[in-house]
């Protein structure tokens, strides 16, 4: 009709279907292509987005590890908050659907960290909630490999760090719950891998912590068998092998603690044998490391149990020279961090430890110098945390100190005065903790100190045998000769000569020589001549250690 053939137009329809198809050939490449694009653009954000998260994460490992390391060891805790506080932040910014289990372990770590800091700044319950927080997330973790020695690890130390906190707060049996918590953790782990020292390291944390608490119950033969294989897993780690400086200050600890045993076993010239292989130990990390700040704090606090165990011994000059040593390196310490709490209440300790020696001495100016610090240090720590029992005792250990200084000053209200507040203070302990060895001796002195100031002859009489019905109640460790000293002095305020005699010759035998027992006995007349065969037994027995 248009003059055009039929092939014609058949060859037109095939060129217009064609170039159609050509068309949509090619807006489908163009989408192909844009889609692959697309597809590609996403898996190079996506893989960008896991290679700066992997970056961060290994950013934040470093702060939460060598970083913070560093900076404990200069104990700088004000910078460590912020390094922490900073991991935080980074860990809340990221979406919940997006924590890689890498980043679940540093938060865990940060936790932990964090319940540290707070722990050495005294804020007790603000570290429980970090560390309650910390035990969540790397239990989650170690239920999801339990062949993993490094998360079982870390859940074993947040249970210990839990356990740890309830003991400060004089909660006993939740402290000991959650260490037989940790120490279940760990010992499935050794099971499976027996010789990992980092392993073997927890376990001896954990058996140092449990004794612990058996000592506060009164249950002193069970922590020494637990302090006799906590020093076999300490020289099983560091024998063979390069030992690290934390695995070698935990067998100085292993030492100590044999050494706090024997001195309540009575065996004087033992505990100061193993409380001088610590100080070796200790003495020599420090030497070797001595900007490490961790470490000082080691060395000066066995310094001055040391000092103050020879002074039970008559060592008078040595015991105030050791505790000199350890105020000094306290006091450095507290320069370079005035916020660690550990350090100030051991600085405070050591300054009314170190008093007593001199009062007893007669140098009572000096004396009371010292025991003022302690007593301002102590009023802000309590104010602080009024929740942390070893405070408060220590607290009213400094106020019976300053009692006892009035009364050799002969202001005898003010003696009156300060004991009642030390005993105050420490009832509401004693009710909590019957068996804790140090509350208990805190207590008989404080109401003997009492008993001296005291005008009504049947009140006297009254505290005396109160404090004496309190030493007879203790269950172990009744060969503790600071025990059987007090014990002494209330028999002889009762006229009880006779009773008395025979736990004088036993602490004859043992080597005790505290002046406060000494000025006792020269009052009531009593001979009590330097035991010449303890003395040879205490040299031998600190050169055999030193071997």
Not at 69 to 83: F, G, N, P
Not at 273 to 291: G, H, Q, R, T, V
Not at 340 to 349: D, Y
Not at 380 to 387: C, E, F, H, I, M
Request: hydrophobic share 45%; charged share 25%; proline share 3%.
């Amino acid at each position: 009709m248009l003059d055009v053939g039929f092939d014609t137009l058949k060859q037109r329809e095939l060129h217009r279907r064609n170039r159609r198809m050509a068309v949509v050939t090619a807006l489908a490449l163009v989408v192909m292509l844009v889609t692959t694009a697309l597809a590609i653009t996403a898996v190079i954000a996506r893989h960008d987005a896991e290679r700066r998260q992997k970056q961060a994460e290994e950013l934040v490992g470093f702060m939460l590890g060598d970083l913070n390391d560093k900076l404990q060891e200069v104990s700088r805790l004000d910078i460590m908050e912020a390094v922490d506080d900073k991991a935080m932040g980074y860990f809340a910014s990221l979406p919940t659907t997006d924590v890689t289990d890498e980043a679940l372990k540093q938060r865990a770590k940060a936790l932990e960290k964090i319940g540290s800091i707070r722990f050495a700044q005294g804020h007790l319950p603000a570290a429980m909630e970090s560390y309650r927080a910390a035990l969540k997330l790397s239990g989650r973790l170690a239920d999801a490999a339990p062949n993993d020695a490094d998360r079982q690890i870390a859940y074993s130390r947040d249970w210990a760090w839990v356990g740890y906190t309830d003991w400060y707060e004089g909660n006993l049996d939740a402290a000991q719950q959650s260490f037989e918590s940790a120490q279940t953790v760990v010992q499935r782990a050794v099971s499976h891998s027996a010789d990992d020292p980092e392993l073997i390291y927890q376990l001896t944390a954990i058996e140092n912590n449990i004794g612990h608490v058996l000592e506060a119950r009164g249950k002193l033969d069970e922590a020494e068998a637990l302090y006799r294989q906590m020093l076999v897993h300490c020289k099983q780690l560091v024998a063979g092998r390069a030992a690290k400086a934390v695995w070698t200050a935990q067998l100085g600890s292993a030492h100590n603690n044999l050494g706090k045993v024997a001195l309540t076993s009575g065996d004087l010239a033992t505990a100061i044998a193993e409380y001088s292989a610590d100080d070796a130990i200790e003495s020599d990390l420090s030497a070797k490391d001595p900007k490490n700040n961790d470490q000082l704090y080691n060395t000066f606090t066995v310094r001055a149990i040391l000092g103050r165990t020879l002074a039970l011994t008559g060592d008078i000059e040595t015991g105030v020279r050791d505790l000199q040593q350890a105020i000094d390196i306290a006091t450095q310490l507290i320069a370079v961090d005035p916020t660690q709490t550990g350090v100030q209440e051991n600085l405070a300790l050591y300054q009314m430890q170190l008093s007593r020696l001199l009062r007893l001495a007669g140098q009572l100016p000096k004396a009371n110098a010292l025991t003022a610090q302690a007593l301002q240090a102590f009023a802000r720590l309590t104010k602080q945390d009024p929740a942390n029992a070893d405070w408060q005792r220590e607290f009213a250990e400094v106020q019976t100190e300053h009692a006892a200084q009035t009364f050799a000053g002969d202001d005898k209200n003010e003696t009156r005065k300060q004991a009642q507040a030390a005993l105050d203070m420490l009832a509401p302990l004693l009710a909590k903790q019957p068996d804790d060895r140090a509350i208990l001796l805190a207590t008989v002195n404080a109401k003997l100190l009492l008993a001296s100031v005291t005008d009504d002859a049947q009140a006297v009489q009254q505290v005396r045998q109160d404090a004496l019905s309190a030493i007879k109640a203790v269950k172990s460790g009744t060969s503790d000769p600071r025990l059987l000293a007090l014990q002494i002095e209330a028999l002889l305020g009762l006229d009880k000569k006779p009773e008395a005699q025979p736990l004088i010759q036993r602490l004859w035998e043992s080597g005790y020589r505290d002046l406060a027992l000494v000025a006792v006995l020269q009052r009531e007349h009593i001979d009590y001549p330097i035991n010449e065969a303890f003395q040879q037994k205490l040299q031998a027995a600190t050169a055999k250690k030193d071997s």
